[in-house]
């Protein structure tokens, strides 16, 4: 290979290496902690190069530790492997290069649209890398080293003082990239162009242009948990625009993600923040939903909370219409598709899941899918603690069932009465006396819903009625997985859902089929994860919080 597409290569590790470092590494690193128990905490959630970043930035990625400490995680190398990968053909060694003076944060940043803001050339996105360092001297030497390679690839040296600062940088040239470099207040600074370097310097020299000054971003940053080891924020009308998404009236304005790690898994912790009123979709829960009893402990996808009745004017409720807006914007059916298993009940039942369930369920509430071998679709369970509202909402789908030819049949199952909406079907079959056709009446069962103490419990099928009532000592409640996860999760909260990965797998790929390619490119990371689950807390008006808690084979 050539000089030239080395320092091609380096470049490219510049823009876009960092996201794979914070990413690849943080993940890699994590599989193996429970076999390496190593403390590892941040020293401060915070990225100190946020100052040389405009509050008007889309992306701003941060890793707020050395990559060396997420060296004693591992054990099979990915680290090491992803170091060498990067540089293996910039013509640097990590070791001896750039070990010896690497501080405690590396921060990507999307700084600008454009870098000229001239819409007539294109947009060129201004991209700005920096790496606390812990020896400037070391880390200026390393600046001069990597330069004079890109020298003898035939760029066009240029050296420059700028409000005290020393950049240096090459132009753009037919077969490489432009660079720009410069050491400012214990941090080395990359970028694609001088221009961002020059921006960058300012935002230092006039605080109030940083992302430090923003209103949003200093809300942003009082929702961090301690001992963050990576954050991420997002302007997110500034990203919708960068992505090509419609996002003409955004409800929450920016987005702030931190994670963190323990004993079973990785912990990502994430806030919306917005200057609108909007409120939590019900009161929070000290403690895991009781309706979840009764979901057997073989279900692969578990939804707990409680008051579906006033879900469509809570927080939850607007950041999926603004994710719907921007996402349909962009011509994508993703959307479509993750709704699909909602739009095929209403139009199965021909009921609208809101005005018809959600309206009277106004307490607890736990919703369970089930997987079947050999079957396509899983079964599901839905329990609700029983309300005054209850009477009425069920005579309404026994209403709505009988409107759709269904037959309401009381029977006995397992000494317990349950009431099913059945489809009659009249069968023929060949009789042995005088060949006279005999005729049988088949029932298909449709769901059913039976009263077990507080609770109202609607399944799809007999086999899924039957471990309610054969299982109540193997409950999903007991679940040990589902303990873990929802012990790392903040409470008071507003619920949870779950997803046990290997048993939801097969159902998920048949909704988002772009989940099998995303399985190929990370089957490491898809290898691990044993389950995630999501949950969303937190009592201020002004903000949406919530996490996802991965949890990893130990």
Known sequence: MSTVNTQRSFSGFIVAGAIALVIVAIAAGYWFFTKSPVSLIASTSQSGAAIFVSKLAPVTV?????????????????????????????????RQDIQPWLGNEI??????????????????????????????AKSSEFIQLLFSKRVLAGANLTTEEYNGAKLIYDDAQPKLEPLAS??????????????????AINNVQAPDLSLTSSPQYQKAIEQLPKGAVAVTFFNLPTLAQWQGLELPEPIYDSQITSL?????GLLAETSFITTSEVKPPSSPLSQPVGALQYIPSSAGLVISGSHLDNLGDSNLAKLWTQAKTAISGSGTDVISRLEQPLLAIQKTWGINLTQDVFSWVQGEYALGLIPRAGKTAPGWIFVAEKQDSFPEGIARLDA????????????????????????????????????RPAFTVEANVKGLHTTLENY???????????????????SFMKNRNFQNSVAAIP?????????????????LERQLPILKLLEVLG????????????????????????????ELHS
Do not use: C
């Open 182 to 199: 410069a050491v400012v207040d214990q941090f080395v600074l990359f970028a694609n162009d001088a221009r961002v370097l020059r921006d």
């Open 62 to 94: 941060s890793l707020l530790v050395n990559p060396d400490r997420l060296q004693a995680l591992e054990s099979a190398g990915e680290i090491s492997k992803l170091k060498t990968s990067l540089l293996a053909q910039s013509g640097l060694d990590y």
């Open 456 to 474: 109202e419990i609607f399944t799809s099928d007999l086999e899924t009625m039957n471990e309610v009532f054969t299982n109540k000592d193997n």
């Open 260 to 264: 963190t790690l323990n004993s079973k």
């Open 107 to 136: 921060t990507l940043a999307v700084t600008t649209l454009d870098i000229d803001r001239d819409p007539e050339n294109g947009k060129q996105p201004g991209y700005l890398m920096a790496l606390a360092t812990e020896k400037p």
């Open 491 to 507: 409470e008071p909260n507003q619920g949870y859902v779950y997803l046990d990965w290997n048993k939801s797998h097969d159902f």
């Open 523 to 550: 089957k490491p990371f898809f290898d691990q994860m044993r389950s995630l689950t999501f949950s969303s807390y937190g009592s201020d008006a002004g903000t949406l919080k919530g996490a996802a808690f991965l």
């Open 400 to 435: 709505i069932a009988s409107s759709q030819g269904l037959n309401t049949n009381s029977l006995s199952l397992d000494q317990q009465k349950v009431v099913a909406w059945t489809e009659l079907i009249a069968a023929t079959k060949k009789s042995d006396a005088q060949d």
